[in-house]
């Protein structure tokens, strides 16, 4: 087992123990906000292009994908009250923890996404798929407001092929190319400051 997966599986325990009291109350705020499950658990391409499903709380009403397209804009009407607030901190994200702890994802790497998004790469992208996808990157950090970049769009989807994913794939390279243990540290502590700085891009 190596280092990173050392941390990955002690953080990962840690952080769901610890975080459990936030966790429950947050399941309760969403059950009593709308009908449906806690959690959204969505297809998503991990490493080696293996599909595995990404746990979130649920922010959209039920049966949302069948609304809509795979990216959220701010203004999407799918959102629930609760599930915009969590957006807005990036709470929807706790539950990777556990994707974190199993070995799907890892606390830092490219984001996971949809297949559709994956079968678009070219060859040298697909060296996105040699490690393990991330709860957090260096496009997770330029991107915070990406829900507010897709605001107004008529199809958010192009817009974020457009407007986002050349940057994001550019950026998830970038880090397949340099990564470290003391680089996920900095990426990790960066993080949490735009969490508790409430998302806020500098």
């Known amino acids: 087992m190596t280092s990173k997966r050392v941390f990955d599986v002690v953080a990962s325990t840690l952080g769901l123990l610890a975080l459990s009291p936030l966790l429950v109350a947050i399941a309760v705020l969403i059950k ?10 969505g297809d998503r391409v991990g490493k080696d292009g293996r599909s595995f499903r990404i746990f979130k709380f649920r922010t959209m009403v039920p049966n949302a994908e069948s609304l809509g397209g795979s990216s959220t804009p701010e203004d999407d009407p799918r959102l629930t009250r609760v599930g915009k607030a969590l957006r807005r901190r990036k ?3 706790l539950p990777q923890l556990m ?15 949809v297949r559709w998004a994956v079968d678009r790469y070219t060859d040298k992208e697909m060296a996105l798929l040699s490690v393990r996808p991330g709860i957090t ?28 994913a050349p940057e994001k794939v550019r950026l998830g390279l970038e880090y397949v190319r340099t990564r470290s243990f003391w680089v996920d540290m900095k990426l990790i502590c960066l993080t949490l ?3 508790f700085d409430g998302g806020r891009q500098r």
């Open 32 to 41: 009593l906000d709308s009908k449906g499950p806690v959690f959204y658990r």
């Open 91 to 93: 709470l929807d994200e």
């Open 99 to 113: 994707n974190v702890l199993t070995g799907d994802m890892s606390f830092v790497g490219p984001r996971p996404q």
């Open 137 to 164: 990157d260096y496009a997770s950090l330029r991107f915070s407001n990406e829900e507010e970049i897709l605001r107004g769009a008529a199809d958010p989807d192009q817009a974020y092929l457009e407007l986002i």
């Open 193 to 195: 400051g735009r969490v």
